[in-house]
């Protein structure tokens, strides 16, 4: 049997989970394959209707069909039904099932790239309001976070992120007044688009954060972000985007392939090649 995966999106091209995937696929010897489908929204339900007879066994779902992919699903785990969003799919018995790993990928960086961070008890300042916020939220939350301060451009977002989780431990702040929460913050992600190539600069300071704190950008390109290289200029841990795009990528990979793939030096290597490939 040679299990066929595939991403889908609208637009794919950009995606790089195929390099992933059949990296472990030839690394590890297994046999399958893993593509792209590039799906207008409008198709999505039938596509997805279709996947069985496709011969596909399951896949990723990126932007923009990651909550549209979440209502189709006939079972979601429960990560993916708290967030309304699904970054994973396979099939049960015939049946569409979907779950959400960004934020076991996100976790899983931080401790692969900064061990010992302050997990449990501390508090994280996390800069946007958007999908991947989400996720990272919920995941610090089971993390044992003791607050989780959510900043926004639009304070509107940050509430209702802080709604839908319904977690008291979790704060909403307008971006613009946030500096001041850095103070007492354990960690700080960015999970905005600014500071991704093509895109302004993320306007936060990171003078007031403790010289404990650990500083996360989950953008990975480029690699060393503007908000990355202050950080390093200030003698704080750094951890890099690139690392929570490989790690949400194994429990996918495990489901589909039947092995659990890792994330190793080599397989860093060789994305950060085809990033710098792509500049
Ligand atoms: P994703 O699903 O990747 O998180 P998204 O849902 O489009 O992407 O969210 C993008 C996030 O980046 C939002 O929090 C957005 O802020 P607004 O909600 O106020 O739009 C934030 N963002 C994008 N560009 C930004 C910038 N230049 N400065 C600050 N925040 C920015």
Redo the contacts with the bound molecule.
Sequence with gaps: MNPRATVIGWPVAHSRSPLIHSFWLRSLRLSGSYGKAAVAPEELATYLGQLSHAGIVGGNVT?PHKEAAAVLCHHLGETARRLGAVNTLWLEDGRLCGDNTDGLGFLAALDQDSPGWEGGGGCALV???????RAIVDALLARGMARVVVA???LE?AEKLAALLGDRRVQAVD?RTAESEARGADLLVN????GMAG??R??FSLAALPDRAVVDDIVYVPRDTPLLREATARGLRTVGGLGMLLHQAVPGFERWFGVRPEVTPALRAMIEADIAGSA
């Design positions: 932007v800069l946007g309001a958007g999908g991947a916020a926004n451009r639009s977002r971006l999970t905005t688009s600014a895109q302004d993320l306007d």
